[in-house]
């Protein structure tokens, strides 16, 4: 029929419009606080940094060589509970980039990281496994874990040895001009998925200082078969297995912080996609406050 459908009488809302609670958090934001705002510090991410920073990442801060750091020191991802020493925020993060792709606003090699050290008793959103809801009605003092996977706050692991890799397996495509690793892992691992970060080391020889550090996954087969990639020139790396002895760490333990508050699914959390380097919103995350 060449007519157009109307129902002038329908009552419509918007998604959520009455959901019985409407709180949520932006991860890496910091909570306001006049008391605690000066605390702010501010550094440059690493020049040997694989991937991009953003808000609510744990950090390791490192002096700048050479004499001065007018621009503050640099700053890395942490990937053991031993050198966290705070977490990246978007506070006053004016430079960091977003495009219509990669809407979450990052920042590359260079450039400079608004943070909070451990101590600062900043209050800071960050990301976190959905079943640390059962905290809300506790003390604020439980024992919860940093996933180093996942960038999120998890449920407490006393420790996670590191584990062994059989192998590590580099290949070249001309075309992309990436680096394909192919990980063989002697037990099984941590990683669950494409987009989990993972921490190596023990390799030597050729493109070693690049390999051994935070990598994104980008292919997954089970927890003892998955692939990085890493762009660079045909000369950048070995191509075949990598010499050294090689680990996968997952070292975990108590993160020192406060537990203010959690919530299910209403916040919004970065997730990121490590093939096409963009990084998005998730408006269904989960998010813990935590105070450092």
């Known amino acids: 029929m060449n007519s157009v459908s109307l129902q002038p009488m329908l009552t419509s809302n918007a998604a959520g419009g009455f959901s019985v609670q409407s709180d949520g958090y932006i991860q890496g934001f910091a909570l306001d606080d006049p008391a605690i705002r000066n605390e702010l510090s501010m550094g440059s991410l690493l020049s040997t940094e694989t991937l991009p920073m953003w808000g609510g990442v744990a950090i390791a801060e490192y002096l700048k060589a050479g004499n001065g750091n007018a621009l503050g020191n640099d700053i890395g991802r942490a990937s053991l509970l031993a050198s966290i020493t705070g977490f990246a925020v978007f506070n006053q993060a004016h430079a960091f980039i977003n495009t219509p792709q990669s809407q979450v606003p990052t920042a590359g090699a260079g450039q400079s990281i608004p943070f909070y050290r451990l101590g ?25 874990s940093w996933d180093f996977n996942n960038s999120r706050l998890q449920p407490y692991v006393a420790s996670t040895a590191q584990v062994s890799l ?24 941590d990683v669950g998925a494409v987009g989990d970060a993972i921490n190596i080391s023990g390799v030597t020889g050729t493109g070693a200082n690049l390999l051994n550090a935070n990598q994104f996954v980008t292919a997954f087969t089970d927890n003892q078969h998955f692939s990085f990639q890493i762009a660079g020139g045909a000369a950048t790396f070995t191509a075949g297995a990598q010499a050294g002895t090689l680990f996968v760490n997952q070292g975990i333990g108590a993160l020192p912080v406060k537990v203010l ?32």
């Open 120 to 144: 600062s008793k900043a209050r800071i959103a960050v990301a976190c496994d959905p079943s640390l809801i059962s905290l809300n009605g506790g003390l604020v003092t439980p024992q919860v």
């Open 166 to 189: 059989t192998s590590i397996t580099a290949a070249y495509d001309a075309t992309t001009g990436l680096w394909t690793f192919a990980v063989v892992a002697a037990a099984a691992t």
């Open 261 to 292: 508050s959690v919530d299910q699914g209403n916040s919004k959390i970065v997730v990121y996609d490590p093939v096409n380097n963009v990084a998005n919103w998730n408006n269904q995350g989960s998010v813990a406050i935590i105070q450092l």
